[in-house]
Nanobody, 128 residues
Framework: QGRLVESGGGLVQPGGSLRLSCTATGLNFDEYRMAWFRQVPGKEREGVACTYWTGANGYRAVSADSAKGRFSIYRANAGYALNLQMNGLKPEDTAMYFC??????????????????WGQGTQVTVSS
């Protein structure tokens, strides 16, 4: 049974940066589309970014409008970790961030129901 574990959350001032990391046991990242989602209590879960393997052209990423230009999703540690580099953080980025995995397919979408595996989340708080 696959298991995802997130780390790297914390408290940061507006304009600051954080790097979230997701590692897995029981899952081969290369066989999965991977994504980051976030959720604030009382609000719907929101997709942040996802990445998928294209084959000859390597990994591709898809980002939500709220993340474009500020956040980068990428695989690290020879593909055994999924990172989310977040720069220029804003108070509205405050949320619990979750890593998710779905079986490989062409492309990826930020639709939570497509993802089979979820981590427990890591809290990101942006505040002065």
């Amino acid at each position: 049974q696959g298991r995802l574990v997130e780390s790297g959350g914390g408290l940061v001032q507006p304009g600051g940066s954080l790097r979230l990391s997701c590692t897995a046991t029981g899952l081969n990242f290369d066989e999965y589309r991977m994504a980051w989602f976030r959720q604030v209590p009382g609000k719907e879960r929101e997709g942040v970014a996802c990445t998928y393997w294209t084959g000859a052209n390597g990994y591709r990423a898809v980002s939500a409008d709220s993340a474009k230009g500020r956040f980068s999703i990428y695989r690290a540690n020879a593909g055994y970790a999924l990172n989310l580099q977040m720069n220029g953080l804003k108070p509205e980025d405050t949320a619990m961030y979750f890593c998710a995995a779905a079986p490989a397919a062409v492309g990826c979408q930020l639709i939570g129901d497509e993802y089979s595996y979820w981590g427990q989340g890591t809290q990101v708080t942006v505040s002065s």
